[in-house]
């Protein structure tokens, strides 16, 4: 029988301890999404069924695809974990498409906005991802989680 390897402990840091920061992330009340965000996208067509997805969402660990038009590639709604929950819990067989169960009003924001808009976004929706749009064209290039929130909270001393 194959030995299942432990996994190792986290903890919080202490209060006190000082991590130093980065010189190259910014603090939050100046952090833009674009400084924060995950640059690119994982999609899977309309045309895919929830497995499909759920074994792209697996893969990738991620918690959101970008949902994608079979025919043209542009984005026509996002796929969240929890919308995953929500159909498998409706249809166990995981036969829907995406077409079906995306949600084609995404929740977007534009990558040149302040990372604190992001976050006050994210409160207010209860959403824990948002698609970001790029400033100057607005075609979707990447998402922003509560996460990278977290990171730049973190680390962001510049």
């Known amino acids: 029988m194959p030995q299942r390897r432990r996994r190792s ?10 991590t130093g920061g980065s010189y ?12 924060a965000m995950r640059h690119g996208l994982v999609t899977c067509s ?3 069924n929830l497995r499909e997805a759920a074994r792209t969402m697996s893969s990738e660990h991620v918690h959101m ?17 929890m919308a995953l929950l929500d159909a498998l819990l409706e249809d166990p067989d995981l036969r ?3 077409r079906e169960v995306a949600d084609p009003g995404a929740q977007a924001i534009s990558s040149d906005r ?10 207010e929706l209860q959403a824990s991802h948002l698609l970001v749009r790029d400033a100057h064209n607005g075609h979707p290039v990447g998402v922003i989680s509560t996460l990278d929130v977290a990171g730049v909270l973190a680390w962001g001393e510049a």
């Open 96 to 98: 829907r498409t995406l």
């Open 9 to 18: 402990s986290l903890r919080c840091m202490d209060a006190g301890t000082e």
């Open 24 to 35: 190259v992330t910014p603090r939050p009340e100046h952090a833009r999404v674009a400084d």
């Open 46 to 48: 309309a045309d895919a």
């Open 65 to 81: 695809v970008a949902v994608s038009d079979p025919t043209d590639g542009s984005v026509v709604g996002t796929l969240t974990d």
């Open 114 to 123: 302040p990372l604190l808009d992001a976050a006050t976004t994210m409160r």
